[in-house]
């Protein structure tokens, strides 16, 4: 598969402070990425995505951006809360069908 | 919003036996089905990618002959494992695409071969 991988696999902040998930991917013809939250023992939950022909996109309390020139995305959450806490995996979508995953990071929220 | 049911999310199964997972889109149809297998505290990994009323595709290194998928309707893909063994056992995932591009996942099935 594709080389999708993530710089932090744990990342630990305090409740409603900002959190920045990072990844990097290794195919420039890439034109799709999603972000997924991935709670235990259950299956990846769609968070927000973003095409490449776009450098930021907003949600509500989540941002992505994309810096193509670096092979670079990240997933920024506004004022964490407990239930922010999961495993977040970028996703990278090569061809017509298959969609790739990072190695995820591990977000623990701090009360 | 579409719903991906999985089915059964969790089987545990003796060595040797088959193990069958169903994958059912509820409210709209897939053109195509993907199944990921995940290992404890790893990342979803590409098994294979089926499109409805023809052969799956299989990544590399995935035996074919031992993850049996079949994509018979716009609405249901099953995996079954066959001749499980131990090294078998992960969290299987799978998800459904619909006309509108977007990917829903399946709620995952824990298998334990014993």
């Known amino acids: 598969g594709e080389n999708v991988g993530l710089h932090l696999p744990t990342l630990s902040v305090q409740e409603g402070d900002n959190s920045i998930i990072n990844c990097a991917y290794s195919?420039?013809?890439?034109?799709?990425f999603i972000w997924y939250k991935q709670e235990s023992g259950k299956g990846p939950q769609f968070i927000i995505d973003?095409?490449?022909?776009?450098d930021k996109r907003q949600g509500q309390r989540v941002t992505v951006l994309l810096n193509k020139t670096v092979k670079h995305l990240s997933l920024q959450i506004a004022a964490t809360q407990p239930g922010d806490s999961a495993v977040y995996f970028c996703?990278?979508?090569?061809?017509?069908?298959?969609?790739?995953f990072g190695t995820g990071t591990r977000l623990t929220v701090i009360p | 919003g579409a719903v991906v049911s999985q089915h059964p999310s969790r089987v545990i199964c003796k060595s040797g036996t088959s193990v069958k997972i169903e994958c059912r889109s509820l409210?709209?149809?897939?053109?195509?089905m993907f199944w990921y297998r995940q290992f404890p505290k790893k990342s979803l990994m590409l098994m294979a990618t089926?499109?409805?009323?023809?052969?799956?595709?299989?990544e590399q290194g995935v035996e074919k002959d031992k993850f049996l998928i079949n994509h018979a309707s716009l609405t249901l893909s099953t995996l079954t494992v066959t001749s499980a063994h131990p090294e078998d056992s992960s969290f299987y995932i799978c998800?459904?695409?619909?006309?509108?591009?977007?990917?829903?996942f399946g709620s995952g099935t824990r298998l334990t071969v014993v």
């Open positions: 998800s459904a695409r619909g006309d509108w591009n977007g990917y829903t």
């Open positions: 195919n420039s013809a890439s034109d799709y």
């Open positions: 973003i095409r490449s022909n776009m």
């Open positions: 996703a990278e979508q090569t061809g017509a069908n298959n969609l790739f």
């Open positions: 409210d709209f149809q897939a053109t195509t």
């Open positions: 089926s499109n409805e009323g023809s052969k799956a595709t299989y």
